[in-house]
């Protein structure tokens, strides 16, 4: 892949970078063992609205328990030593097992130097599924790794640790603006961020100790640097950097971490963005939303608003000019001019996992600012139809790539032999449902998502159990347990996809509401057994490409509808893969697509819905029935998602 104007991805290998130093040593181990507790960090920033604890949230059971269970049996199937190997030779230790194949070590993707990034997205998924499930072992994963991380910084005199074939070397070129191959700075960002979960979610002392001592390597590598320098180094791909260093602002006070978070916003993103420029033609696009959810942290501890302007135009400009039906944008990792989406919609490389998990990770930030049920929308839409939709639910594996090239199918990575990006965030997605459903404030209970769950509101003495079959039914509804009576208000979401939302309480009609892309609030005193029910619309619609209005893509609510194509050709497996670089080309043959034909309104009106259950038929336009299902629950079959109109 050639490179791009505003930044190189992992995909751009030879990177130009600024002149500097690289400071390696023992110093920063000391200080961070010997120097005094700094005070605590002035906050900037009050955000409207809370998460709960996910350790507060239940999860029942349904399509989300379904996948949080089988990434959990695969992280129990993964051997931390093996992720290890690498860390431990860089530090002159012995590795305790043999390392694992893909990413972490096959030649193929050598020059990508991405060595060590599955830790990192590892420590993160067990600290999320230890918060979620209460289950200890993830927490002795979670100290053994921190421990060997620990050996490691022992052993190589350095608070760095890290996995790349030449070890430090390749840290060092970058930092003195030498040429490289690959994306150091990303991959050590998913190692910070996995110790950071580590340390918020799962409470491991180890990891604080391992992760400060990285952060204080990070502060001395970089103090070098003129300014100029620092920007040229961001040219290629960092992960979400600014965000981790606000972070640890956050949680030490340490201003030193506030200073590098700013030096880690790449200004050539940042300025325009805080204009109302789109200038993303073209850009990487993964390599640039964990930049923006870091801009929207940096605002958060500084309060500086360009930071949060940038990180609201740019959500604006992918989640309304530049997504797809499903919530997932992009072609071949790359932003395309939306006027040229005719031209991409159609490829099998199009919606990265890896971007709909990133822009799901912004959009919660926002919300929690600024709660709109627009972000509620946006959310729900890409949980279904790019979180949920790209886990295989018969083997827990994910996808790279969700594209819609008619008659071509899911593709979904190897237990031990890809290690991709999207492998890592897959690891994340689904042990952290529970975090997005419910949200509060003093006296308010957000209801976001309609997810078969329950939260516990400890500060109420309260408790709300949601029952639901949504979406086969469009409808939910909720039950407050409570030790006393309370005043309290419900907020429930109105998506923008329902014309009407009512709202009945014990059997009787409370609100109702005719502004879709709302929120209906019923506040009263709540007594303990109350049940309330939201009710919903839910009808076929046509999607049509903005700037291709024969191309259109069927929703049913917030769901993606795929015609269902078969298997004609698919050998048992062989929708599992390696390289995910052959995305196009595995199982790759001529496949029969039907044809539709007419006004995508009309079209929409004639889809007909068979049973109770989540099963469609539209016309072709020679009269036979195409089966459309919703595309979350298409897995091992053909299909297609956006239909050219005759």
Not at 268 to 280: E, M, S, T, V
Not at 412 to 430: A, I, K, L, R
Not at 466 to 481: C, I
Not at 515 to 544: F, I
Request: hydrophobic content about 40%.
């Amino acid at each position: 892949m050639s490179s791009v104007t505003g930044g190189h991805s992992r995909r751009t290998f030879l990177a130009g970078v600024g002149t500097g130093a690289l400071a390696l040593g023992a110093s920063e181990i000391a200080i961070a063992q010997t120097s005094a507790p700094p005070p605590p960090p002035s906050v900037a920033f009050t955000p409207k609205l809370q998460p709960f604890d996910m350790a507060d949230v239940e999860l029942h059971e349904g399509p989300f328990l379904h996948a949080q269970r089988m990434t959990e049996a695969y992280l129990m199937r993964l051997e931390p030593d093996r992720m290890l190997h690498n860390f431990r030779v860089n530090a002159g230790l012995k590795p305790r097992a043999a390392v694992y194949g893909g990413w972490e070590s096959e030649a193929t993707w050598a020059d990508i130097n991405c060595h060590g990034h599955t830790l990192g997205h590892y420590l993160s998924a067990c600290a999320l599924a230890h918060r979620s499930t209460g289950d200890k072992r993830y927490a002795a994963r979670i100290d053994h790794i921190a421990r060997e991380l620990a050996a490691c910084q022992v052993a190589a005199k350095s608070g760095l640790v890290c996995a790349f074939p030449d070890g430090p070397a390749l840290l060092a070129r970058h930092l003195r603006g030498e040429k490289i191959t690959g994306v150091p700075w990303y991959t050590l960002h998913k190692v910070y961020a996995g110790l950071r979960d580590a340390v918020l979610l799962a409470d491991s002392k180890p990891s604080r100790e391992v992760l400060i001592r990285l952060a204080d390597w990070g502060v001395a590598a970089c103090r070098p640097l003129s300014d100029a320098e620092f920007e040229a180094m961001l040219a290629t791909e960092h992960g979400g950097m600014n965000e981790i260093y606000a972070d640890l602002y956050a949680m030490t006070g340490n201003a030193e971490y506030r200073e590098l978070s700013r030096r880690f916003s790449h200004r050539a993103i940042l300025d325009p963005l805080a204009k109302g420029r789109d200038h993303l033609d073209g850009l990487h696009a993964n390599t640039q939303v964990p930049k923006i959810t870091g801009f929207q942290r940096v605002y958060e501890t500084t309060g500086d608003p360009r930071y949060r302007d940038a990180a609201r135009f740019f959500w604006r400009t992918v989640a309304r000019t530049r997504s797809f039906a499903s919530g997932g944008h992009g072609d071949n990792e790359h932003f395309f001019a939306p006027v040229d989406t005719a031209e991409h919609v159609f490829s099998p490389k199009a919606s990265e996992t890896c971007c709909q998990h990133n822009m799901l990770r912004l959009t919660r930030a926002l919300f929690l600012e600024t709660p709109t049920a627009e972000y509620g929308d946006y959310y729900e839409r890409t949980l279904y139809n790019g979180i949920l939709a790209s886990q295989d639910p018969d083997s827990g594996m994910a996808t790279y790539f969700q594209g819609a090239k008619p008659g071509y199918m899911k593709l979904y990575h190897t237990p031990e032999d890809s290690f991709w990006c999207c492998t890592g965030t897959g690891m994340e997605n689904h042990v952290k449902y529970r975090d997005s459903i419910y949200f509060h404030d003093d006296r308010a209970l957000y209801v976001n998502l309609f997810i078969p769950s329950a939260v516990e509101w400890k500060a109420k003495r309260a408790k709300l159990t949601q029952v639901t079959r949504f979406p086969d039914e469009a409808a939910t509804r909720l039950r407050w347990s409570m030790k006393t009576p309370a005043e309290l208000t419900l907020m429930l979401r109105h998506p923008g996809w329902s014309r009407a939302a009512v709202v009945l309480v014990n059997g009787q009609e409370v609100a109702r509401s005719a502004a879709p892309g709302s929120y209906v609030a019923v506040e009263r005193r709540w007594r303990d057994g109350d049940e309330v029910t939201l009710q919903l619309d839910m009808t076929p619609r046509a999607e049509p490409v903005p700037a291709a209005p024969d191309i259109v893509a069927f929703t049913y609510g917030p769901l993606m509808l795929a015609g269902t194509l078969g298997r004609e050709g698919l050998a048992p497996g062989a929708d599992i893969v390696v390289n995910e670089r052959l995305f196009g080309k595995y199982n790759d043959r001529p496949v029969a697509v039907p044809q539709l034909a007419g006004d995508p309104q009309e079209l929409a009106a004639r889809i007909e819905r068979r049973g109770a259950g989540l099963d469609f038929t539209v016309p072709a336009a020679d009269g036979t029935p195409v089966r459309m299902v919703p595309y979350h629950r298409i897995a091992h079959e053909r299909y297609a998602t956006y239909w050219k109109l005759a």
